[in-house]
């Protein structure tokens, strides 16, 4: 019997785990889930492995329906030769604390990890439930995502990639990074609009029954690479884990310790991989959730109040800007006790009110489990200039909110537990706000910062973004809003 798994707002809606990857969501717009999760994983049998094949028990476990062999290829495919660090997420040591990086993929965020997986969980998923066709994966990107997906899905067998990005919403560096995209799958078109008019195309796509019938006919179907699909949350869940070994193999702690993992969040997907791991039977006594302006999360945790109401900020951790974190919606069905009923009406109060209450009991539990810092920009500079001024180390912005968070929870609570933060991005992606933090304005473009910032601390620029202002631009396509479903309707026709 494989595991089943439901959504978050209905139990009877039920799917293999193989089945839930290509579907990304819920029919009742719910996310899918797994009821029961033991403490399964041995974590001692896990010493003495790397990344890869520690990636592939995980992910082997909670994907459950697809055939060992296959997640071998999976992951083999997935992490060999395409990170720039043998290690995929190594453990640095910055202070008294540690820091993994996630950073080492080919577009210098942590989205790589999962987006270079889910391509091939997804044509694997597809092979296994249906005849040959083709996938077309659809994105809004405001940056990070768009690129990581477009890397991932690069040049993989029966899959098409299409994002859509503002035309003047994301930073020079991301653009380039966009616009000169290789691989004979990539369709990349800037949209005369902001990130919501993207995200709004897209799903009118997926909702547009012409379109749809249309790509049937030609043997396709479309999906997103969205981070509620749990083919991108599982694959997270093997950092924490490795992490915890490589800090045995240095003999930081002890089989058994207890530590704490600092993570800068936005849509709650990483930091819930976190979660799993702990229900996994990872040792960890508190995630710690870091926010920046857009402090949502934070007054969640803090007051069991979720209040979308508010006023968007712009910040210098753009990734981190966010007011609706989606897959928050899978903890609040955890910490409800899988009451599925009880999630579905606090989604639909998101949906009328922006707004909903946790009970007092829920709103206790979580923070058991959770701790919430909030930094703004001040503070974020401050830590990015005091961590290399004692230790020598370049935080980019949205790392060092969760190292600042963690800094907090230490001063507030006096826990001494061994603790790790998740460095989510290169501080080459963020140069302008790494190198104003460190020496102050620079008016200069984004490229000629990055080759001062590198001159000054010494520290490389990673090979990916290294010149990227000089590559062939492959993309140029600009288009209105409703000009989306005509540059689908072409890929289709392929
Ligand atoms: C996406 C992203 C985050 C937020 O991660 P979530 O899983 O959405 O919480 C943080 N930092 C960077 C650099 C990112 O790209």
């Avoid at 000089?470 to 809003?481: A, G, Y």
């Amino acid at each position: 019997m494989f595991k089943s798994y439901e959504s978050t707002r209905n139990s009877n809606l039920k799917t293999t785990a193989s089945k839930a990857v290509l579907k990304g969501i819920a029919e009742d717009g719910g996310l899918f889930v797994l009821r029961d999760i033991d403490k399964c994983v041995d974590i001692e049998s896990l010493t003495g492995k790397n990344y890869i094949e520690i990636a592939e028990i995980i992910i082997g476990f909670m994907l459950d329906d697809i055939p060992a062999s296959k997640i071998k290829e999976c992951v083999k495919t997935a992490y060999t030769e395409k990170f720039s660090k043998d290690e995929i997420t190594p453990v640095v040591k910055v202070g008294d604390s540690f820091i993994t990086e996630l950073f080492h993929g080919p577009t210098s965020a942590f989205k790589d990890v999962a987006l270079s997986i889910l391509p091939h969980l997804m044509t694997t998923s597809y092979e296994m439930n249906d005849v040959d066709g083709e996938i077309i994966i659809l994105t809004a990107t405001s940056g990070d995502t768009g690129k990581a997906a477009l890397e991932g899905f690069k040049n993989v067998k029966g899959t098409q990639i299409a994002v859509f990005y503002p035309e003047f919403g994301v930073s020079e560096v991301q653009k380039a990074q966009m616009i000169t995209q290789e691989g004979k799958n990539t369709h990349v078109c800037a949209i005369k609009g902001n990130f919501d008019d993207a995200q709004t195309g897209v799903k009118r796509i997926f909702t547009d029954e012409k379109l749809i019938k249309e790509s049937e006919e030609s043997n396709k179907i479309f999906s997103s690479a969205n981070s509620i699909n749990i083919g991108r949350l599982v694959p997270q869940i093997a950092y924490y884990f490795y992490t915890y070994v490589q800090l045995i193999e240095k003999k930081e702690i002890s089989m058994g310790d207890a530590v704490n993992f600092s993570v800068p969040t936005g849509n709650f997907g990483n930091i819930l991989a976190g979660y799993y791991a702990k229900m996994l039977g990872l040792p960890i006594n508190k995630l710690l959730c870091g926010s920046n302006e857009n402090n949502v999360l934070y007054d969640f945790i803090k007051t069991g109040v979720y209040d979308r109401n508010r006023e968007f900020h712009k910040t210098i951790s753009p990734s981190m800007d966010i007011l609706i974190s989606s897959n928050l919606e899978r903890l609040l069905y955890y910490m409800s006790n899988k009451d599925n009923e009880a999630v579905k009406a606090m989604m639909e109060q998101l949906n009328s009110q922006g707004k909903y209450e946790v009970s007092d009991e829920m709103k206790e539990k979580i923070n058991q489990e959770f701790y919430a810092g909030c930094v703004f920009k001040e503070d974020t500079e401050k830590t990015i200039k005091e961590v290399y001024d004692n230790y020598d180390y370049l935080l980019d912005t949205h790392t060092a909110v969760a190292y600042k968070t963690l800094a907090d929870y230490k001063r507030e609570t006096g826990d001494e537990s061994v603790s790790i933060v998740l460095s989510t991005a290169s501080p080459y992606k963020f140069s302008k706000s790494v190198y104003e933090s460190l020496f102050g304005s620079n008016d200069k473009n984004e490229f000629e910062i990055m080759e001062e910032l590198s001159e000054k601390t010494g520290v490389p620029i990673p090979e990916n973004l290294k010149g990227l202002n000089n590559k062939k631009v492959i993309h140029t396509k600009v288009c209105e809003i409703n000009e989306m479903e005509e540059f689908v309707r072409r890929i289709v026709k392929r």
